[in-house]
C-alpha cells in the first residue's frame, strides 16, 4: 500500500476532515485519525491539520497507508413502514435537487430519545430517490414546536447549511400564542440561560449573566395581535440557538406561550383553548447552496389555527416558496 492523494469535490465543501474519512474510510477510528493528524501523516495541500479542519473544494488531502473499503461508504436503503413513507412525503412543502424542507407537526419529535418510538430521522429513508443518499437532517426543533424542517440531501449540501446556521446567514421566524401582553410590545430579549440536569428531565432557566455556566441567548419580538391584553400572537426570531430558547424567553418576559407542558406553570393552561404548545417554525430564508436565496413559509398546525380563529387573529394565506 501507498500514499494516496484525494482531491475534495464541491459536494464535500465545509466538510469536516473527520467526517471526510469516515465516509471514505468508514473503518478507521476517531483517535487512529487523530493520531494521523497529530504525526503529520495526514495532510491537506501539504500542510498539518487537525481533525476538525473544514475542507474546501479543490485541496488535496495526503492519505498515509489505510485499509480501504471497496468503494466508498453509502448508507444502504432500509425497509421502511409504507405507512411512515407517506407520512413523511406529506409533510414535505419544498424539494429540489439540493434542499427539502418539512412542515412537521407538533407532537413528532426530530430525532430518538428514552421513549421516543417514533422521529422525523427514523423516516427520512422515505424521501429517497433511488441510489441517492439517505437525506440528512440539517437542524432540530422541538418536540412539541411544529414547523419548518430543513434536510440536505447530500453530506456536501448538508455540510453548507450548518455553515449558514453557525454563521447566523439563515433568518428564523417563529410565531407563537402568549398569555398576556409584553411590555412594551417590540424589543430584544437579551436574558442569558442555564441548563439544569440531563437527559429528557433536564430544563433551561434563566441565569445571572456572571454564572459561569449561563450562555448568551437573545431573541428579537414583536406583538403582531393581542386579545384584550389577555392574549397575544408574537412575531419571535432567535439571534442564538439554545435549547428551548423561546420557550424561556418568553416566560421571562411573563407571558409563557399557551400550552408550553414544560414552562410557564399553571398561567400557561388556560381552560377553552388546546393544551398543546403554541409555538410554530414559521419561515425560513437562507442562502442556497446552488445559489441565491430561498425564502419558506410553513402553514399554522390546526390546533394554533382553531386558537387564531378563537382570539381574532388573522394570519392570512402561506407564501409560496421562492428562490431569488
Not at 50 to 64: C, I, K, Y
Not at 235 to 249: K, N
Not at 277 to 298: D, K, M, N, Q, T
Request: hydrophobic content about 35%.
Amino acid at each position: 500500500m501507498s500514499v494516496t492523494q484525494l482531491t475534495v469535490s464541491e459536494d464535500e465543501a465545509d466538510i469536516r476532515l473527520d467526517r471526510y474519512f469516515r465516509r471514505h474510510y468508514p473503518h478507521l477510528t476517531q483517535g487512529a485519525l487523530q493520531k494521523l493528524c497529530r504525526t503529520g501523516q495526514i495532510r491537506v495541500d501539504g500542510k498539518r491539520v487537525e481533525a476538525n479542519t473544514r475542507l474546501v473544494p479543490g485541496q488535496s488531502v495526503r492519505v498515509p497507508p489505510i485499509p480501504m473499503a471497496a468503494k466508498p461508504s453509502r448508507d444502504v436503503p432500509k425497509a421502511l413502514n409504507p405507512k411512515l413513507a407517506s407520512e413523511i412525503r406529506k409533510m414535505v412543502i419544498y424539494s429540489d435537487p439540493q434542499i427539502i424542507v418539512l412542515n412537521k407537526p407538533s407532537g413528532l419529535a426530530t430525532q430518538g430519545g428514552p421513549g421516543i418510538t417514533q422521529h422525523v430521522d427514523m423516516m427520512l429513508d422515505g424521501l429517497r430517490e433511488g441510489d441517492d443518499p439517505r437525506p440528512r437532517l440539517v437542524h432540530r426543533i422541538d418536540r412539541d414546536t411544529s414547523g419548518l424542517l430543513l434536510l440536505a440531501r447530500t453530506p456536501g449540501v448538508a455540510a453548507k447549511l450548518a455553515a449558514a446556521f453557525r454563521g447566523r446567514d439563515v433568518k428564523k421566524t417563529y410565531w407563537a400564542v402568549v398569555v398576556g401582553r409584553p411590555d412594551p410590545m417590540s424589543g430584544e430579549i437579551d436574558q442569558p440561560l442555564a441548563r439544569l440536569g440531563a437527559g429528557p428531565g433536564s430544563i433551561t432557566i434563566a441565569a445571572d449573566r456572571n454564572d459561569e455556566d449561563a450562555q448568551s441567548a437573545r431573541t428579537d419580538y414583536e406583538v403582531l395581535d393581542s386579545a384584550a391584553r389577555k392574549f397575544s400572537w408574537l412575531g419571535l426570531s432567535p439571534l442564538t440557538g439554545r435549547t428551548h430558547q423561546l420557550r424561556v424567553h418568553c416566560e421571562s418576559l411573563g407571558t409563557p406561550i399557551l400550552g408550553d407542558p414544560k414552562y410557564g406553570g399553571d398561567k400557561a393552561h388556560v381552560d377553552g383553548f388546546a393544551d398543546r404548545l403554541h409555538l410554530h417554525a414559521r419561515s425560513l430564508v437562507l442562502p442556497h447552496p446552488a445559489g441565491g436565496w430561498l425564502e419558506v413559509s410553513a402553514e399554522l398546525p390546526p390546533h394554533m389555527k382553531e386558537t387564531f380563529r378563537t382570539l381574532g387573529f388573522t394570519a392570512g394565506s402561506t407564501p409560496a416558496p421562492r428562490r431569488k
